[in-house]
């Protein structure tokens, strides 16, 4: 089974920073892409940002310039750090990794938990 592990949420006023983290644990092989997601309130879910395993990157416009994703394969686990966030960040925040599992031939994606974040004065 693999576990994806978010930690990092909370509230924060506009133009402050926060970073997130998610570890994957359980028993697999290897990790392919990893992304984070967000879902505010009433909208659906999106693509903030997403990291490749050679590093490579790509982000949603909103965040471009403001929010950094990374990840440290030997801890097998993946960063965003969110700078001057504003209330539209507002969001439960989702960690999704492709994963192959040690049992298995192909890769599956796998979810966090969520976190919320609250930009708000």
């Known amino acids: 089974q693999v576990q994806l592990v978010e930690s990092g949420g909370g509230l924060v006023q506009p133009g402050g920073s926060l970073g997130l983290s998610c570890a994957a644990s359980?028993?697999?092989?290897?990790?392919?892409?990893m992304r984070w997601y967000r879902q505010a309130p009433g909208k659906q879910r999106e693509l903030v940002a997403g990291?490749?395993?050679?590093?490579?990157?790509n982000y949603a416009n909103s965040v471009k310039g403001r929010f950094t994703i990374s990840r440290d394969n030997a801890k097998n686990t993946v960063y965003l750090q969110m700078n001057s966030l504003n209330p539209e960040d507002t969001a439960v925040y989702y960690c999704?990794?492709?994963?192959?599992?040690?049992?298995?031939?192909?890769?599956?994606?796998?979810w966090g938990q969520g976190t919320q974040i609250t930009v708000s004065a």
């Open positions: 999704n990794a492709i994963v192959k599992p040690t049992s298995a031939t192909y890769y599956t994606s796998y």
């Open positions: 359980g028993s697999f092989s290897s990790i392919s892409d």
């Open positions: 990291i490749f395993r050679d590093g490579g990157t």
